[in-house]
T-cell receptor
Framework: DSGVTQTPKHLITATGQRVTLRCSPRSGDLSVYWYQQSLDQGLQFLIQ???????AKGNILERFSAQQFPDLHSELNLSSLELGDSALYFC?????????????FGPGTRLLVL | SQQGEEDPQALSIQEGENATMNCSYKTSINNLQWYRQNSGRGLVHLIL?????REKHSGRLRVTLDTSKKSSSLLITASRAADTASYFC???????????????FGQGTILTVHP
């Protein structure tokens, strides 16, 4: 158990809908990352937050947005969902969010868009 | 495109044998990490090797890094059925300790260890 929690574990929804994925980092970690894992794209970095502020952005679509709240939990919002958004979404956390650190991954949220 | 490319894509061995997986990357790195993922589950960090290190050990794991060839290898000795998983290398690009934590993953090697 990494100490990173994600909810929900599974999510089934329809195209055009909007969903929110939630992540709680390990106790003491200030930085949160979001990744998407799909069969065709592999593991892709989406976005990183540090202490409530966006720090780095990857291949995140405009239909997707995220934020980190004062209690350090983070939410990833996916809107206008398409079939291709079906994937595993992982959250990870680390203490300071620097390149020297190990990232600890949560168990993921499996999203299926029908 | 992926920064890290693992080789082989799949590896099937018997329990007790050693498993070697290779990773190549394209740009200069700060460090390289290996992660394990059991089927459809979260990633587990295995080992981190910094760009100024050549070899690192952790239990039955041995990682090497050759920055001149932009490659790394992960050796699992005396493999067990429980080692069956996908293994990914991941890199931080960019120099300096303040580089932000964007990990770039390879496509992974699927390791199957038969009892």
């Amino acid at each position: 158990d990494s100490g990173v929690t994600q909810t929900p574990k599974h999510l089934i929804t329809a195209t055009g809908q909007r969903v929110t994925l939630r992540c709680s980092p390990r106790s003491g970690d200030l930085s949160v990352y979001w990744y998407q894992q799909s069969l065709d794209q592999g593991l892709q970095f989406l976005i990183q937050y540090y202490n409530g502020e966006e720090r780095a952005k990857g291949n995140i679509l405009e239909r997707f947005s995220a934020q980190q709240f004062p209690d350090l939990h983070s939410e990833l919002n996916l809107s206008s969902l398409e079939l291709g958004d079906s994937a595993l979404y992982f959250c990870a956390s680390s203490v300071l969010g620097t390149a020297q650190e190990t990232q600890y991954f949560g168990p993921g949220t499996r999203l299926l868009v029908l | 495109s992926q920064q890290g490319e693992e080789d082989p894509q799949a590896l099937s061995i018997q329990e007790g044998e050693n498993a070697t997986m290779n990773c190549s990357y394209k740009t200069s790195i700060n460090n390289l990490q290996w992660y394990r993922q059991n089927s459809g589950r979260g990633l587990v960090h295995l080992i981190l090797i910094r760009s100024n290190e050549r070899e690192k050990h952790s239990g039955r794991l041995r990682v090497t890094l050759d920055t001149s060839k932009k490659s790394s290898s992960l050796l699992i000795t005396a493999s067990r059925a429980a080692d069956t998983a996908s293994y990914f290398c991941a890199t931080y690009a960019g120099a300096g300790g303040t580089s932000y934590g964007k990990l770039t993953f390879g496509q992974g090697t699927i390791l199957t260890v038969h009892p």
